[in-house]
């Protein structure tokens, strides 16, 4: 079966580092994408990793680890602005996203 | 960045009426686009994929009948929900891939619909 594991909520001070992780088990893999999405708005892409390896990209930077079925989002320097829900998502054979749940980040002054 | 828009923002309709949501890619083709609604604090749920040209590919659960997609062109495809009834009421968000991105992945999103039914 798919399933895609990322915990519920988080919570860090803001100007902190912040890791979120995820595991997954899908059929087929296409790369994984972690997506931002702030109350009532659609999701904005993040990142993108196919292969093993830290991609970084200002602030935030992704890790994949195919053989693990692991991969997180790394958050530096936490503004309030960051919070918001983070959606793991890995892309199947059909070019089909697979979500997460999401991951509720509350950053606190 | 590729940028997708949704048309209307936001819908409130009385139960029983249908309603039409429009998913253009602007500047880009998209053979795929992908329907998805969300629940408030759940995560996206897609519905269906629309291939243009052919008709769309539904999630199980998802009434083919009811969430009528056409992908007519390659940068337009509509869902219009039939007959609505209150427990249709969330956010509606299209994704569409972009064909000539070649193994570049990416969904881009649209900015969602919410849809209220009375």
């Known amino acids: 079966g798919q399933n895609i594991d990322q915990p519920t909520e988080m919570t860090a001070t803001e100007g902190a580092i912040v890791q979120i992780n995820c595991t997954y088990q899908t059929s087929g893999f296409n790369g994984l994408f972690w997506y931002q999405q702030h109350a009532g708005e659609a999701p904005t892409f993040l990142s993108y990793n196919v292969l093993d390896g830290l991609e970084e990209k200002g602030r935030f930077s992704s890790f994949l680890s195919r053989s693990k079925g692991y991969s997180y989002l790394l958050l530096k320097e936490l503004q309030m602005k960051d919070s918001a829900s983070y959606l793991c998502a890995t892309m199947d054979s059909n070019y089909q996203l697979i979500w997460g749940a999401g991951t509720k980040l509350i950053i606190k002054p | 960045g590729a940028v997708v828009s949704q048309h209307p923002s936001w819908v409130i309709c009385k139960s029983g009426t249908s309603v039409k949501i429009e998913c253009r890619s602007l500047d880009f083709q998209a053979t795929t686009m992908f329907w998805y609604r969300q629940f408030p604090k759940q995560s996206l749920m897609l519905m269906a994929t629309?291939?243009?040209?052919?008709?769309?590919?539904?999630e199980q659960g998802v009434e083919k009948d009811k969430f009528l997609i056409n992908h007519a062109s390659l940068t337009l495809s509509t869902l219009t929900v039939t007959s609505a009834h209150p427990e249709d009421s969330s956010f509606y968000i299209c994704?569409?891939?972009?064909?000539?991105?070649?193994?570049?992945?990416?969904?881009?999103f649209g900015p969602g619909t919410r849809l209220t039914v009375l």
């Open positions: 629309s291939n243009e040209g052919s008709k769309a590919t539904y």
């Open positions: 994704s569409a891939r972009d064909s000539g991105a070649g193994d570049y992945n990416e969904q881009f």
